[in-house]
């Protein structure tokens, strides 16, 4: 069945670096999704990997192993503004997006 | 406008009445998508649109239903809302319907049936 695994909470320092995991099990895979959630806000887009590596951009790379079914989100030198929910998401056979529940990421100065 | 607006911001109902729930993009998008997203839960799409005219079932469409009369609008409407019901709803729209771009995401409506 389709199933998309992330840690619920994560907590790190301002100033560190932190990954966070995602794990899939889908019907068919077209590319993997980050998006960036504020507490009240709508998602934003972080990130697309369709393809093994790593991507980056800025403060923020994704990696992929489709082999694995895996991904992470690695955010370096963190920011107080960078505490939001971070949520997976995989675009199936059938193009339709399903999404992970979202770590949330609590930032401490 | 710039972007996608929903309205309203927030509703209390009663359960059992109708509510239609207003989504309008100006970026031309083709695709057009209704989530909901619970405490605890992924996102989940109730309908979608890849253009104008055309509608499709997601993962949670019983209760929903939707219309797209052109390419900017992409109304909801519970017919007879329920408790379960009580939700944030996110309308959101993409270039194109074929799950690789970048999705764009109205502010939310925040509704509770009573």
């Known amino acids: 069945g389709q199933n998309i695994d992330q840690p619920t909470e994560m907590t790190a320092t301002e100033g560190a670096i932190v990954q966070i995991n995602c794990t899939y099990q889908t019907s068919g895979f077209n590319g993997l999704f980050w998006y960036q959630q504020h507490a009240g806000e709508a998602p934003t887009f972080l990130s697309y990997?369709?393809l093994d590596g790593l991507e980056e951009k800025g403060r923020f790379s994704s990696f992929l192993s489709r082999s694995k079914g895996y991904s992470y989100l690695l955010l370096k030198e963190l920011q107080m503004k960078d505490s939001a929910s971070y949520l997976c998401a995989v675009s199936e056979s059938n193009y339709q997006l399903i999404w992970g529940a979202g770590t949330k990421l609590i930032i401490k100065p | 406008i710039a972007g996608i607006t929903q309205a309203p911001t927030s509703q209390i109902l009663a359960a059992g009445r109708r509510m239609t729930l207003r989504c309008t993009q100006d970026?031309?998008?083709?695709?057009m998508y209704w989530y909901r997203q619970d405490l605890g839960l992924g996102l989940r799409l109730i309908h979608y649109s890849n253009t104008a005219g055309t509608t499709g079932k997601g993962e949670v469409p019983d209760g929903y239903s939707v219309s797209r009369a052109n390419t900017d609008d992409f109304p909801l409407t519970l017919a007879s809302a329920v408790p379960s019901q009580t939700s944030v709803y996110f309308c959101a729209s993409s270039k194109t319907s074929g799950g690789v771009d970048e999705q764009f995401f109205g502010p939310g409506t925040r509704l509770t049936v009573l």
């Open positions: 970026m031309r998008h083709n695709a």
């Open positions: 990997n369709v």
